[in-house]
């Protein structure tokens, strides 16, 4: 059975993500860290689109929570094969760098960099075997340009996105694609304390994207027949 992993579905851009791989005929596991009832919910909405998948609890950002819980399932589910991640769990915690506390910035590189590693590398080794992989880290445009505020996230969406260009390198010619989606501002929960009708005049568009317009690029590089992209950053940011 073939299996996409969504790392944060529970809410926001993970779970467009999620409900649209499962409209591809994924199998989708539902990672989340804490909110099961928004999970939960993620859940209902492919199932009652005639999709399927699990909830799959675990803390992106802890080494030994990825090791014990992903691989576990890993270990007992041999008959399901991962062949699309998405790497798109993400915080943000914003402050100028001269006030910035040392758990801001572990906490913001350890959620959105540290965890690519864990993550991938637990998947890497059956889409090595199989010869086929379809690898998307959730970035930001932040990680691109930088935004005053944000010196912890900047540097660890940079961060994803060197590493994307690199793994993509190592692994181009085993039939693994490793591509980047740089999403700008996007209504949900994250960018709710934004002031939306400031930050929407520097927009060409003029507005907010949605969650469900970043999915459709991430199917998009999902897709057998992306064959031919990797180790891209598509920037989807109406413009800015
Ligand atoms: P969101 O609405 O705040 O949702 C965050 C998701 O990540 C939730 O499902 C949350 O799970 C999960 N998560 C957070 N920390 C986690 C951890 N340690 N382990 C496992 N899951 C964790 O965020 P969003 O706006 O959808 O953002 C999704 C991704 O897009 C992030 O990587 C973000 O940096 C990136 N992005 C967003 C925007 C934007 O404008 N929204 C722009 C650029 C990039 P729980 O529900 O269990 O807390």
Known sequence: MKCALVTGGSRGIGRAICIKLAAMGYYVLVNYKSNE???AATLE?????????ELLQFDVSSKDQVVQ??????????????????NNAGIRDDTLMVWMQDEQWEQVIKTNLDS???????????????KYGRIINVVSQSGLKG????????AAKAGVIGATRSLAQEVGRLGITVNAVAPGFIKTEMTQD??????????????FGLPEEVAYAVAFLASPEAAYITAEVLSINGGL
Request: net charge positive; charged share 30%.
């Open 37 to 39: 009832p928004e999970a």
């Open 45 to 53: 909405f492919i199932k009652k689109d005639a999709g399927d998948g």
């Open 69 to 86: 819980k992903l691989g576990n399932w890993i270990e007992a589910n041999e008959e399901k094969y991962i062949e699309v991640l998405v």
């Open 116 to 130: 690519f590693f864990y993550v991938t590398r637990q998947v890497l080794k059956s889409m090595i075997f199989k």
């Open 147 to 154: 935004l005053p505020g944000q010196t912890n996230y900047s």
């Open 194 to 207: 934004l002031d939306e009708t400031a930050l929407q005049k520097l927009i060409p568009v003029r507005r």
